[in-house]
């Protein structure tokens, strides 16, 4: 079955930088709408960024705008989370999703596959 594996989280301090990664195994990332998103105890999953890849088109919550990228790398079927300036409101548990539907590629929308996630913790 379709795989997502996540990788790249830890503990860094405000300030600093990570990279998350998210590897599709019996799937193609090509022509789909994949996503980070994160959720820490007590809260609701709040969507982070969006990439569709077909036309790299990308979307991203306004709480990391400007310090977030999404990017893909479709010859490893991979896509990323290039995190800088973290702060602690930054810590949660990271999630990379994906859709079947290649039409519509937003927060709100049916995510089908997530992997297992990846803790991120950033001390002040």
């Known amino acids: 079955q379709v795989q997502l594996v996540e990788s790249g989280g830890g503990s860094v301090q405000a300030g600093g930088s990570l990279t998350l990664s998210c590897a599709a195994s019996r799937y193609t990332i090509v022509n789909k709408c994949m996503g980070w998103f994160r959720q820490t105890p007590g809260k609701e999953r709040e969507g982070v960024a969006l990439i569709y890849t077909g036309i790299l088109t990308t979307n991203y919550a306004s709480s990391v705008k400007g310090r977030f990228t999404i990017s893909q790398d479709n010859a490893k079927n991979t896509i990323y989370l290039q995190m800088n300036s973290l702060e602690p409101e930054d810590t949660a548990m990271y999630y990379c999703?994906?859709?079947?539907?290649?039409?519509?590629?937003?927060?709100?929308?049916?995510?089908?596959?997530w992997g297992q996630g990846t803790q991120v913790t950033v001390s002040s």
């Open positions: 999703a994906t859709r079947r539907s290649e039409l519509g590629c937003f927060f709100g929308a049916t995510f089908d596959y």
